[in-house]
């Protein structure tokens, strides 16, 4: 009896850490911000720990080959992860990484209780769906900018629930959806599992169709697609459905689905150029990003750039091209393409193993399975994920990627006793890799957590104070969070939180504190040509002019795609103009001659901010009449 007693508690308190940890990422973490990753990870290492000792005490979890090449795509990923040139996204990737690991393993475990396992998932699903619609609300009736903690980016009049973009809403809901097909359909489900399920099917499709994500769309109409086929069938097999009843469905459904799909890439031929009359690749404004994903991973084809390699390597491509539609890809826009260019032709091939391997394991095992429904169901999600992952970044968001995990994991069909021939040669890394995980995971949140507490109050989406003593304080704030957890956006934000009180105080040490963490910010990513003329000016005004002028050079060869927002030529021909002033005052004439012709060159180019247009005009007719005159004396 006591055991038992021991064994009821040591589930339940699994199964609640992991819905409090999934709830948590799916809330808090609905994009790639450390800061925003620290509470989930946190609780997902005291799961995985539990789930180890479940392993290891218990024996219940049986552990098979795709386990071992889940081991072994999550290595090799962390492995680049963990070397990528810009430790913040390296950072990112690699706890994505680990929580996925953590929340399959954990999940793979809890999902040895059946049914009870299923009935959290609804639970889950649920209280989100509760809270989406609440937000959604808000959004609509109050502030369509709202969201929890920071403020959407997003301006057109659609709704996006608690995430930050509607994009990532839109997976969920249609991951969420497909997923609970299996609860309002499974032949096991009492009549209040189907209601609620009902409830959460509908809901969210109703909240997918609200947020109009394109990519979303087209997902969830293959996913329903592939659901409904394999039921029909089921059915079919099972002698309640005739087969003219099936095949008019079919009919009906292949109908509808393409008349679906004709309207929406319709409209993706018009926002992307994928059709045949597109002419070039893009989306909102953004130009060839797959021809630009094709490049890059030509540039390093078997291992990758790094993790969000895009990032930088969109900007020096379309630089060298000529100045384009938008300057920074932070993404490709393409999972597929993304991982080709983070993680190369391995991490690729590798990947496809994973996907094949869950799909054909799960579709084999369909026929063998009691909860054959269910298993549709998570096929169904499974396949709009991978279909919305050509259309967005779904698998960078954590929410969407540990909601697809946990579904994938417990859906996952138990492995018989005779396939575990060699089950401790899987189930010993497993546990050892849990458990690094896990440490890993505590001591990520343990660093993190300051940071998230001031998220909550003052992250680099919102507006910095006017009053200058609340000002101070937060940048004295922030500098604390730093020297505990460093990252380039970190240190660009207490730069300019300082440079914004020079600007009030005069106080040169707050001059000297923007300079040294501008500096700092493009140490940790020197591909970044925003910051690279950030710290252009400030070792200019330190009297260090060749690192200056280095950086000016690399933004000049490398930001030519920013130009409109970063204007590297109107600043470099402004440096090379006092740099001459400078020179020509200390008798140099023949250097600052050098400087005035350059600086002609510069601004020639140079598309300067409306507010400085007539200082260009003034400038340019001064440095004619300079340069003419010093070419008459040489």
């Known amino acids: 009896m006591m055991n038992r007693l021991v064994h009821n508690t040591f589930w339940s308190l699994q199964g609640l850490l992991l819905l409090i940890g999934y709830l948590l990422c799916v809330t808090v973490a609905t994009w790639d911000r450390p800061e925003a990753m620290a509470p989930y990870v946190a609780v997902l290492a005291v799961a995985g720990v539990l789930a180890v000792l479940g392993v290891a005490i218990s024996k219940r979890l049986s552990l098979g080959g795709f386990d071992a090449t889940v081991l072994c795509v999550a290595g090799y990923f962390g492995w680049r992860a963990w070397g990528s040139p810009v430790a913040l996204y390296g950072q990112t990737d690699l706890v994505l990484i680990l929580s996925a690991v953590l929340m399959w393993f954990t999940c793979r475990t809890f999902s040895e209780l059946g049914n009870v396992a299923k009935r959290v998932w609804l639970v889950a699903m649920l209280l989100m769906l509760g809270a989406n619609i609440a937000a959604s609300w808000y959004q609509l009736n109050v ?223 369909l026929l063998k399975r009691e909860d054959m429904v269910w298993g549709m169901a998570v096929f169904a999600a499974f396949v709009a994920f991978c279909v919305h992952c050509f259309f967005s970044f779904p698998a960078h968001i954590p929410a969407n990627l540990l909601t697809i995990v946990a579904v994938c994991a417990l859906g996952w069909p138990s492995l018989k006793s005779s396939e575990g021939v060699r089950k401790w040669l899987v189930r010993v890394p497993v546990l050892v890799v849990m458990l690094i995980g896990a440490a890993y995971g505590a001591q990520f949140a343990w660093k993190e957590w300051p940071a998230f507490q001031l998220y909550t109050k003052f992250n680099d989406t919102m507006e910095l104070s006017d009053w200058e003593p609340e000002l101070r304080q937060q940048a004295e704030q922030l500098e604390s969070v730093v020297g505990r957890a460093p990252n380039f956006k970190r240190y660009r934000r207490v730069g300019g939180m300082y440079n914004a009180l020079y600007q009030k105080s005069g106080d040169l040490a707050d001059f000297e504190k923007s300079a040294e963490y501008y500096i700092l910010a493009a140490e940790l990513y020197p591909m970044s040509p925003d910051l690279r003329l950030s710290e252009a000016g400030f070792m200019a005004v330190r009297g260090e002019y060749a690192q200056a002028e280095e950086a000016y050079k690399f933004a000049i060869e490398n930001g030519v795609s920013q130009q409109r927002w970063l204007y590297p030529y109107w600043k470099y021909g402004l440096y090379c103009y006092q740099r001459g002033n400078s020179l020509w005052l200390e008798r140099e004439a023949e250097m600052a001659l050098e400087y005035f012709l350059q600086a002609q060159e510069l601004l020639a180019k140079a598309r300067p901010p409306r507010e400085e247009r007539k200082r260009f005009s003034e400038i340019q007719k001064e440095l004619k009449a300079r340069v003419d005159l010093l070419e008459s004396v040489f």
Request: with cysteine; glycine share 12%; hydrophobic share 50%.
């Open 143 to 365: 502030d369509l900018r709202w969201c929890l903690f920071v403020e959407r980016t997003e301006r057109a009049v659609m709704p996006s629930g608690i995430f930050t973009h509607r994009n990532y809403f839109g997976n969920f809901a249609a991951v969420a959806a497909l997923s609970c097909l299996g609860l309002l359909f499974g032949k096991s489900s009492g009549l209040l599992v189907r209601v609620l399920s009902a409830i959460v099917v509908v809901g969210n499709l109703v909240l997918l169709g609200m947020c109009a994500s394109r990519g979303a769309f087209v997902s969830v109409a293959v996913g329903l697609t592939v659901f409904f086929m394999f039921y029909a069938i089921h059915l079919w097999n099972a002698g309640k459905m005739k087969k003219p009843v099936v095949v008019a469905g079919f009919s009906l459904l292949a109908i509808v689905a393409a008349g679906a799909a004709y309207s929406q890439f319709g409209r993706l031929d018009q926002s992307r150029g994928w059709t045949a009359h597109g002419g070039q690749v893009q989306d909102s404004g953004r130009k060839d990003f797959s021809s630009l994903a094709v490049d890059q991973f030509f540039e390093a084809p078997l291992l990758g750039s790094g993790a969000h390699s895009v990032e930088w390597r969109s900007v020096a491509l379309l630089s060298k091209r000529g100045e384009g539609a938008l300057g920074t890809l932070n993404y490709a826009h393409n999972e597929y393409f993304q991982v080709l260019c983070d993680y190369g032709l391995v991490g690729f091939v590798l990947l496809l193993c994973l996907i094949f391997g869950y799909g054909g394991r799960l579709v084999f095992s």
